[in-house]
C-alpha cells in the first residue's frame, strides 16, 4: 500500500464511528482500533524488506494539549499534513527551523514530520510572526492537529 493511501485510510478511520478495521494485502497485515480517548494504530510486514511498525500512541480527540494552547492566539493556525513525529530541526545538534518572534515567509520550512522513514517538511502557508510554537520537539502528531500560529 502507497503512503498516500495509508494516510487516507488512517484519516478515514479517524472520521469514521468504526472501532475496529483490518487490512491484508501483500505480507502487509494493517489493523486499527478506536475508541472514545485512544486511537490504536499497529503496521506489521515486509516492505522492501525492512519492517514498518507505527507505534501506538494515546490521543486525546479534540481537546489535545495543542489544541487547548492553540485557543489562546490569534492568527493562521500551521496544522500537520500526516501522523508522525515532529522534529523542530534538520538535526539534533541543529537550531530550530524557527522560533517564537521570528519571521517567516509564505513556504518557508518550520519543521519536519517524519511518517515511516519519510522526512516530510513542514511549510508555512503564510508571511508574517511566529506567535506560537505548539509542539515540542520529537512529539507524535496527528493528522491536523495545530502546529505553529503565524501572526
Do not use: C, H
Amino acid at each position: 500500500m502507497e503512503f498516500e493511501n495509508l494516510v487516507k485510510l488512517i484519516q478515514a478511520v479517524s472520521d469514521s464511528e468504526l472501532t475496529q478495521f483490518a487490512y491484508r494485502e501483500n505480507g502487509v497485515n494493517i489493523s486499527m482500533k478506536k475508541d472514545k480517548k485512544q486511537k490504536l494504530v499497529t503496521v506489521n510486514g515486509s516492505n522492501a524488506g525492512g519492517m514498518l511498525d507505527m507505534a501506538a500512541f494515546e490521543l486525546e480527540g479534540e481537546k489535545s494539549l495543542a489544541g487547548q494552547k492553540g485557543s489562546q492566539a490569534e492568527g493562521n493556525v500551521v496544522k500537520s499534513p500526516l501522523v508522525g513525529t515532529f522534529y523542530s530541526a534538520q538535526s539534533p545538534d541543529a537550531e530550530p527551523f524557527v522560533k517564537v518572534g521570528d519571521t517567516v515567509s509564505k513556504g518557508q520550512v518550520l519543521g519536519i514530520v517524519e511518517a515511516m522513514k519519510l522526512m516530510n517538511e513542514i511549510e508555512s502557508d503564510y508571511a508574517g510572526t511566529v506567535k506560537q510554537v505548539l509542539v515540542s520537539n520529537e512529539e507524535v502528531v496527528e493528522f491536523g492537529q495545530p502546529l505553529f500560529v503565524i501572526g
